[in-house]
């Protein structure tokens, strides 16, 4: 059974770091591409950035280059996503997806999914 686990999400302040974690298990991440989205509210999920796991590439949104950054763990099988110089733009519900396609910000393209890790800015 493929299991997607997210967690690392909290409040805190504009300006500050983060670090989330997608913890998986039934997959191989050299396998699979795992994809972070966010969801704020009212607004649509977006892809935030890409890890795949066949090259070790990792890819990001416009939106977030250079201040979001993915680092792997492949003995705990965890994709981090570590996002920087927090802004209050950064609220959202974020998600780690796992697709066996290369990396992608389209969701439709993502098999499994996590119930995602909530995380709120303060200005």
């Known amino acids: 059974e493929v299991q997607l686990v997210e967690s690392g999400g909290g409040l805190v302040q504009a300006g500050g770091s983060l670090r989330l974690s997608c913890a998986t298990s039934g997959i191989t991440l050299d396998d699979y591409a795992i994809g972070w989205f966010r969801q704020a509210p009212g607004k649509e999920r977006e892809g935030v950035s890409c890890?795949?796991?066949?090259?070790?590439?990792?890819s990001f949104a416009n939106s977030v280059k250079g201040r979001f950054t993915i680092s792997t763990d492949n003995v705990k099988n965890t994709v981090y996503l570590i996002i920087h110089s927090l802004k209050s733009e950064d609220t959202a519900l974020y998600y780690c997806?796992?697709?066996?396609?290369?990396?992608?910000?389209?969701?439709?393209?993502?098999?499994?999914w996590g119930q995602g890790t909530q995380v709120t800015v303060s200005s």
């Open positions: 890890f795949n796991g066949g090259d070790g590439r990792s």
């Open positions: 997806a796992a697709s066996t396609s290369v990396c992608s910000f389209d969701d439709w393209q993502y098999d499994y």
